[in-house]
């Protein structure tokens, strides 16, 4: 299986940069869709997937398990891991931190 390169973002991690890299997400043999995704911390490289009913549920759900594996990291709660020189990884959860819409008037 050939892996496509989707997306990417650097982050900044004690003057260097800490780049998380999702791929393309695809269909699993179990009818599912995974999105697999790279950390590349300077000292390991953690390889993991999500899965979603769809590419974009997969891809969502990898992007919030990026998020929380980052900031729970000892980097990012010591002030070390930061997006543009700021805490915020500009991630989901953040995206959905309350509602997503604005629901139609009642009538």
Known sequence: MTETSFV????????GELAVCFFTPS???GGEFQCRYVIGWPEREVRRFACGEDGLQALMLAMRTVHS?????????????TLFKQADLDLPPAWSVGPLYDPPPQP
């Open 27 to 29: 269909k699993a043999p």
């Open 69 to 81: 594996d980052l900031v729970e990291s000892e980097a990012y709660k010591a002030g070390r891991l």
């Open 8 to 15: 990417e973002r650097r982050f900044e991690l004690d003057g």
